[in-house]
């Protein structure tokens, strides 16, 4: 399919509205947010949308912990790797990639590449871009040897920190989308692959563990947040939460109230019977209120032989 050709200004329009595009917003309200007019607005929108619901829903599932997942990515940055695989490759959705980069840290997993060789890789893009001509299949090289998105990132950051930024050097050499399908997305297109399915792989793990992140094993003894148990369980019920047996978040956040973190098999009883003895003492203090509220009322009833009787007739001539 013939793709439509930009001028650099209507470009950068275009990468600006993929980074800025507000899905909860209606097509009207984004043009006033972003200064994008509204016909591009909704040329880009079909680009993403699916991505973009699809990362919110990710991005729901992992919360805070993705940093620790090699190769994942949630929220927008899930998006634009989803828009990559399922729509047509141009130049302006890997600068939107790129730029997310930096403005969407929180949505990277980890990177599997060291220092090192992100030195080498920069070193060698520079080289091919630097001076007269431009050394395409040594760019194609480079990107060839990035494994995931969050990898992608760290070369961006690298070659930003002894040479400057990457798509500006490279958008010196590379004209168009051909070249820039050629020598920088097909390369990539594995590490994006890589990134999706790490995702969703996780997406799935997490859904099976309950959708929080944490892989509850059995345990005896001494519970702590990981922990499954019938114990644990228990102690839920005195504390009136969800009695699951799975020692999460919630759990802590209610044995904190108790003054505990972590507990033994010792400390059940002292848990428990400090939320019965509560619980005794506020039904007690119920029923002696209502006992007194009977007593009051009793109190202020007349008594029925003080009552003049109304139907008695005085002074009778």
């Not at 978040?249 to 002292?270: E, H, I, Q, W």
């Not at 509560?278 to 209502?290: A, C, H, N």
């Amino acid at each position: 399919m013939v793709q439509p050709k930009y001028s650099p200004e209507e470009a950068l329009q275009r990468v600006k509205l993929m980074m800025g595009y507000d899905t909860k917003k209606t097509l009207t309200e984004n043009v006033e947010s972003t200064g994008i007019n509204l016909s591009e607005q909704a040329n880009v929108f079909k680009d993403i949308a699916a991505g973009a619901s699809v990362g919110a829903g990710a991005g729901a599932v992992f919360g805070g912990g993705v940093g620790a997942i090699p190769g994942a990515v949630i929220g927008g940055i899930y998006g634009l790797v989803v828009g990559m695989t399922s729509s047509s490759i141009r130049e302006d959705n890997f600068k939107a990639l790129v730029k997310a980069c930096s403005t969407n840290t929180n949505e990277l997993g980890k990177k599997t590449l060291d220092d090192a060789t992100f030195d080498k890789l920069s070193d060698a893009i520079y080289t091919a871009v630097d001076g007269m001509g431009t050394d395409e299949d040594a760019i194609k090289s480079a990107f060839s040897q990035i494994p995931t998105v969050p990898d992608l990132c760290g070369l961006v950051d690298n070659y930003k920190e002894t040479y400057g930024d990457l798509v500006s050097d490279l958008d010196g050499d590379l004209d168009g989308d051909t070249e820039w399908r050629d020598y920088v997305f097909l390369p990539l297109r594995p590490a994006i692959r890589a990134s999706k399915a790490a995702s969703e792989k996780t997406n799935d793990d997490k859904k099976k563990t309950g959708g929080g992140g944490t892989s509850y094993k059995p345990c005896t003894g001494t519970y702590q947040i990981g922990c499954m148990s019938d114990v644990i369980a228990k102690v839920q019920g005195c504390l009136k939460i969800s009695a699951d047996g799975k020692f999460g978040p919630k759990t802590k956040a209610a044995l904190s109230g108790k003054g505990f973190t972590t507990f033994t098999d010792a400390d059940v009883d002292k848990i428990c019977s400090g939320t019965e003895e509560k619980l005794g003492s506020d039904v007690e203090s119920q029923t002696l209120g209502q006992d007194q509220n009977v007593s009051n009322t009793n109190t202020n009833v007349p008594s029925s032989t003080n009552q003049p009787d109304s139907t008695t007739k005085t002074g009778i001539s």
